[in-house]
């Protein structure tokens, strides 16, 4: 079944495991700015509007109040740029 959900093979079961791993901390979402390439997947990702990213000046926002920390924004970061801090 898990065609049903498109998730096709481990790949979907490892992202399971990742952010229920992640959600256990309940960490703040913070972004390497060396790592960044301001991509904006994380901003496209955010089902709050919790990241902003300024690709003109390089720039990364992140809003706190805006954030329920479900922590798309750190699996789809194709640099590993942003981390989760307890």
Known sequence: MRGRHGFGGNSGLSLFKSLTRVVKINGEVRANGKKCNSCKNCEKVCPTGAIRVDQNNNKWYYFPS????????????PRNAIMIFP
């Open 66 to 77: 805006k954030c329920i920390k479900c922590y798309r924004c750190a699996d789809k970061c």
